[in-house]
């Protein structure tokens, strides 16, 4: 899905991943469920490009939700996976702590669910070789991606700021479609480690030269980087 001349989209609003495009390569930002594989096959196809253009993917945390293709994509294509040191163990398969669920509705958790089987959620496969990245880390891939530290989601929790894309990829610091119950917005994301520290950890987007603001669940949100942490506050 084609979101702007250098940025796309694959998955959908339930779980989503995305492309950064350049005449330089190609950077991945999340890994999504094992089964997007096949999703990013057909969107490389679609532009025309192959696995050889892709020269990096990026994590925003280290969660089996976004991982999925990741230690294929390194194994059989050489790519580098990129995750911040803190949830660097996680995507390796290490121990998370347990979340409360909070509200949910039948509906969309059933579906939430569904859609993880369909897409082979149930076979996680971890990483086994990481590049660990910190806080303020300018990475040498297409697009020239910044590292923006937004722990509370999970220790590792970042944003990655691709000025040529004119967007954010937040991950699960935020969502626009809450997974357990259906509700659309900007909001909360469920299965936070520290939910009041994610939340302030949203004023560090503020001042970021973005229009796109891409979770990795629920529709992309375009507006004004400025206003999200305010938006997230008031619906949680």
Same mark, same amino acid.
């Given at each position: ?5 250098h ?7 339930i779980v ?16 999504g469920l094992p089964?997007?594989?096949d ?7 679609e ?9 990096g ?5 280290g969660?089996?939700?976004h ?12 790519v ?5 040191s /803190?949830?660097?163990?996680?995507a #390796?398969?290490?121990d998370?702590?347990k @979340?409360?669920?909070? $509200?949910l509705?039948?509906? !969309? ?11 082979r959620g ?6 086994t070789?990481?590049?660990e990245?910190?806080d303020?880390?300018v990475?040498?891939?297409p697009?020239s991606p910044?590292?923006?530290g937004l722990?509370g989601?999970?220790?590792g929790?970042?944003?990655?700021h691709?000025p040529?894309?004119r ?8 969502t626009t479609r ?8 900007l909001?909360?994301?469920?299965f ?5 520290? /994610?939340?302030?950890?949203?004023d #560090?987007?503020?001042g970021?030269?973005? @229009?796109?603001?891409l $979770?990795?669940?629920?529709? !992309? ?10 938006t ?5």
């Open positions: 899905m084609r979101l702007n001349s940025l796309h989209r694959i998955g959908n609003d989503a991943a995305y492309l950064v495009v350049t005449p330089e390569g190609i950077t991945v930002i999340d890994a089964g997007h594989w999703d990013l096959k057909t969107e490389l196809a532009l025309g490009r192959s696995f050889d253009d892709i020269r993917l990026i994590l925003t945390h969660d089996s939700d991982i999925g293709f990741a230690e294929r994509l390194r194994r059989e294509h050489g580098p996976v990129f995750v911040h /803190a949830d660097a163990d996680r #390796r398969g290490g998370k702590p @979340t409360a669920m909070g $509200p509705r039948v509906g !969309p958790t059933a579906g939430f669910f569904a859609y993880a089987v369909r897409k149930w076979r996680t496969e971890y990483l070789e990481v590049t990245v910190a303020g880390d990475l040498d891939l697009g910044r590292v923006i722990p989601h999970s220790p929790s970042i944003a990655i691709v040529i894309a967007a954010v990829f937040v991950g699960d610091a935020l809450h997974v357990l119950t259906g509700r659309l917005g909001q909360p994301a469920p936070t480690d520290e939910p009041a520290r /994610a939340v302030d950890s949203l #560090r987007l503020s970021l030269d973005a @229009t796109w603001v $979770p990795g669940h629920g529709a !992309p949100w375009q507006g004004s980087p400025d206003t999200v942490a305010a997230v506050r008031a619906a949680g």
